[in-house]
């Protein structure tokens, strides 16, 4: 299987400039990680807050630069220095923010938020994209109906929908998911879980799935990246991380997390496949 992803020794440190009373100081938010993750697969990325998960995530988007380090994308390096998307790197990878509240605009109608992408990155002609939006709207269980509704008139997890939705208009390779589920109800968590799992199916889409929530990660993840304090502190296929943790750190993850929810996840899942 190709190899969509690989990171090389990424390294990011944010300079914080000193004061009357504070001196500079340099926080190393990510020591040097490496990975690589393979068309169709999820890698999770899991730790505590500030061990810098998001830092990955917005250099991975090149939402920020990365201080050195390198990126390839299906064997293709990018520049990384600048934290500046380039056309056509947005049509290979896309972002899903935590917040499904604050990251789509209050005053777009659904079907403009999910055109929008098409109409600045694309010449794509009028009725093709309102074809192609009614589309991705069914395609994430919502309906045409929801076309001309504003974001205020949907659930948590129904604007998280759309916000996947709008992620893939372009037809990415890779998403960065990062922490899609950690603001919704646990019952909706499962839904939108099960709609990632079956849209990565259907696309061969390949996912960087960020969280904090192991529970979610054992459900989801085909590889699993612990990170502690900027560095990866165990990484490999789920089943070795969660069968045999070898960092002090994971263990203590581990042994903190109910493993409850995750059984009954899957359990819902099996029910659901078996009746379709
Ligand atoms: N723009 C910034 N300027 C200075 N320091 C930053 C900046 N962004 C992140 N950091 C620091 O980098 C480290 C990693 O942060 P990051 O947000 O990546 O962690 P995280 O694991 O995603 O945490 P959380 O889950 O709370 O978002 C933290 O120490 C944080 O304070």
Redesign the pocket.
């Known amino acids: 299987m190709s190899v969509i992803l690989e990171a090389r020794n990424l390294v990011r440190d944010?300079h914080?400039p000193g004061g009357l009373i504070k001196k500079a100081k340099t926080?190393h938010?990510l020591k040097g990680v490496s990975f690589s993750v393979e068309q169709g697969k999820t890698l999770a990325i899991v730790?505590e807050?500030?061990?810098?998960?998001?830092?990955?995530g917005r250099i991975l988007t090149l939402i920020d630069p990365a201080t050195s380090g390198e990126l390839l994308i299906e064997g293709k390096k990018i520049d990384i220095s600048k934290g500046d998307m380039t056309p056509e790197m947005r049509r290979k990878v896309q972002i899903v923010f935590q917040n499904p509240y604050g990251s789509l605009n209050p005053r777009q109608k659904i079907g403009d938020i999910l055109m929008e992408p098409l109409v600045i990155n694309t010449d794509t002609p009028a009725d093709e994209r309102r074809d192609r939006a009614m589309t991705m709207l069914k395609k994430v269980g919502l309906t045409e109906l929801h076309f001309n509704r504003y974001p205020h008139m949907f659930s948590g997890g129904q604007r998280q929908r759309i916000a996947i939705a709008r992620a893939l208009m372009l037809n990415p390779k890779l998403l960065v998911l990062d922490e899609p589920v950690s603001a919704l109800d646990l019952s909706v968590q499962a839904q939108v879980l099960n709609l990632l799992a079956d849209l990565q199916d259907e696309l061969k889409l390949t996912y960087v799935f960020i969280s904090?929530d192991l529970s979610v990660v054992r459900y989801i993840a085909d590889d699993v990246m612990v990170?502690y304090f900027?560095e990866a502190v165990e990484y490999g296929s789920r089943d070795e991380v969660f069968a045999d943790p070898k960092h002090s750190y994971t263990k203590t993850l581990f042994a903190a997390t109910p493993r409850a929810d995750v059984e009954s996840i899957k359990a819902r899942l099996a029910k659901k496949k078996q009746a379709a």
Do not use: E, N, P, Q
């Not at 807050?49 to 990955?56: M, V, W």
């Open positions: 944010y914080i926080v938010a730790g807050s500030g061990c810098g998960k998001s830092t990955l904090h990170m900027g």
